[in-house]
């Protein structure tokens, strides 16, 4: 195992070399533009490209070990899978024979070139929000990247999904064509943070629940979502987080991927605060500070915090192993919960109870992650499953995976039982299931 930590350690290393060189070259690119079209300036397309890290382009552009936004990358739908596509300046494969006006048609409209409907996968449903200054600035981004020739992915969707005039029925349905309206009532940061985590951010395509047709349930804005069998938790007044988050903490989880008094970013959350870290700072900031006002929970707020930090740190000093377990009631007994205290105290409890050699600070006392205190298991199921690396290079800390070490039993038995002892709510029901779903999945 030591071994592996020590691999992955190096693999991050190098991991945040790339992401520091990749920046050079981004910049480098920026700065020396090609000056064929006059119309592009450098201060264009390096705000361009701070915001296309916002909205998330290359992440979904980019298929694994792609070329950068040369698409093909598969992403699930209600009805099967699509693909994106080359968004590179390609003439006959990505977009290089698109007007600015064609750019800003596809962003505002779900409209390509040829004015066929596009599918709602692309989030234009919020980018439909953004400012035309911005499109401008990020079409002047996309022209000036390296053109890749990339045929289109075929998409993979059933009847009579598979039609784009369909999607007409949906679009009058579900899509509202629109800029961002601020709210006079509120500070010039919290309008530019909501301007940013509606539009372009489109937080809300994982953190708000969809119907079966695939439409945000905007009546629960932000009431915890699925991204690709991760829950993307409550982010308004029903957050599962035990201590209520600040504007602070949300700031710091989006932009270094990590807070002290909450943990850290994993699964698709990663790649949303990779990008973030391109972000201006003052824009991640705004949308930190309207992400905890949707959170906020006034009146529980010092309580909470106070029982939530009570607990964690009785946990914390009943997990020690051989310094009293026993001091913390269980609520129940029986076979599996013994074989998840043993897995724990062998897999677990060297890090997360004692001061291992491998993290100069200690991991985030679990009674006070979301990922234990969460509706349902998912999410745990996945750290113990693929372990954890630092979302930035800020961080060395991680977690290996348990895949390979533990038997489906024993995974079943280490969630239940690290659910019912760091946490008071009351004990997951589907946890077989959830765990065999987890399994059967392609390892990423
Ligand atoms: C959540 C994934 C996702 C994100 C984020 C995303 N896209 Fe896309 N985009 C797609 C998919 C999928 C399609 C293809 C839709 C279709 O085939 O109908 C697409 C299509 C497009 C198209 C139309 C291309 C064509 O050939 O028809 C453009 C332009 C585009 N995206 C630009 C962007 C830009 C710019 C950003 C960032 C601001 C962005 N996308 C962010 C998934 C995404
Ligand atoms: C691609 C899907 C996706 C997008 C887009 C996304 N998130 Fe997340 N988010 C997740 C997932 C999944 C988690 C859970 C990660 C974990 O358990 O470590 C998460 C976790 C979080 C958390 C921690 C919540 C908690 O209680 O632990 C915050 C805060 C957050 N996201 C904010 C945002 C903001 C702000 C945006 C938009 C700028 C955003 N997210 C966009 C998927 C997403
Ligand atoms: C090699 C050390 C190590 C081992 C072994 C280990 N962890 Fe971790 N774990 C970490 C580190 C480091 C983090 C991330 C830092 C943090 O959350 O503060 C982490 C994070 C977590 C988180 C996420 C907390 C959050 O921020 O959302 C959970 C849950 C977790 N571990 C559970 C477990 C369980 C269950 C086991 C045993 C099956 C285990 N860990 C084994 C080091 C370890």
């Known amino acids: 195992m030591t071994v592996t930590v020590k691999t992955l350690i190096r693999l991050a290393g190098l991991a945040a070399l790339c992401v520091g060189f990749a920046l050079v070259a981004a910049l480098t690119d920026a700065a020396t533009a090609p000056s064929s079209d006059a119309k592009v300036d450098a201060t264009q397309v390096a705000k361009g490209a701070e915001l296309a890290a916002i909205g998330n382009c290359g992440s979904c552009h980019t298929a694994e070990g ?60 919020h980018f439909t929000k953004v400012a035309d200054e911005d499109v401008k600035a990020i079409y002047a981004f996309m022209m000036t990247r390296d053109a890749s020739r990339a045929q289109r992915s075929r998409n993979d969707l ?8 369909s999607l007409r029925a949906w679009k009058a349905l579900y899509f509202r064509a629109g800029r961002f309206e601020p709210d006079a009532a509120k500070s010039a940061q919290w309008n530019r943070g909501a301007y940013l985590a509606e539009g372009l951010g489109h937080c809300g395509a994982c953190h708000t629940p969809r119907n079966v047709l695939g439409a945000e349930k905007l009546s629960d804005a932000y009431g915890g979502g699925d991204a690709e069998r991760w829950l993307a938790p409550a982010m308004n007044e029903d957050s599962p987080a035990p201590l209520p988050w600040t504007a602070e903490e949300i700031f710091n989880y989006l932009r270094y991927g990590f807070d002290a008094r909450h943990g850290i970013a994993a699964g698709p959350m990663v790649e949303v605060v990779q990008n973030l870290a391109n972000a201006r700072e ?69 890090c997360h109870y004692s001061g291992s050699g491998l993290q100069s600070t200690k991991p ?81």
């Open 282 to 350: 003052d824009d991640v900031r705004a949308i930190a500070v309207y992400i905890a006002d949707r959170m906020r929970r006034p009146a529980r707020q010092a309580k909470s915090n106070y029982e939530a930090n009570a607990f964690a740190q009785l946990q914390e000093s009943a997990a020690v192993p051989g310094t009293g377990r026993d001091a913390v009631p269980t609520r129940s007994g029986g076979e599996a919960s013994n074989t998840g205290a043993t897995v724990f105290e062998g897999a677990c409890a060297p």
């Open 158 to 165: 059933t009847f009579p999904a598979n039609l784009r005039a």
């Open 66 to 125: 792609g070329k950068p936004y040369a698409g093909g990358r598969p992403l699930s739908a209600p009805f099967g899978t699509i693909y994106s596509t080359n968004i590179t300046p390609d003439p006959d494969t990505g977009i290089g024979k698109w007007t600015e006006a064609e750019f800003i048609r596809a962003m505002r409209d779900g409209v390509d070139r040829e004015g066929h409907e596009l599918y709602p996968a692309f989030p234009y449903d």
């Open 364 to 444: 985030v006392p679990l009674a006070l992650t979301t990922s234990v205190n969460a509706p349902d298991p998912r999410n745990l199921i996945h750290i113990v499953q693929s372990g954890l690396r630092p979302a930035s290079g800020e961080r060395g800390a991680m977690m290996p995976g348990f895949a390979a070490e533990l038997t489906d039993d024993q995974l079943v038995a280490v969630v239940s039982y690290v659910r019912e002892r760091f946490s008071r709510q009351p004990p997951w029901h589907d946890v077989v299931a959830q765990v065999l779903a987890v399994r059967s999945e392609k390892q990423r």
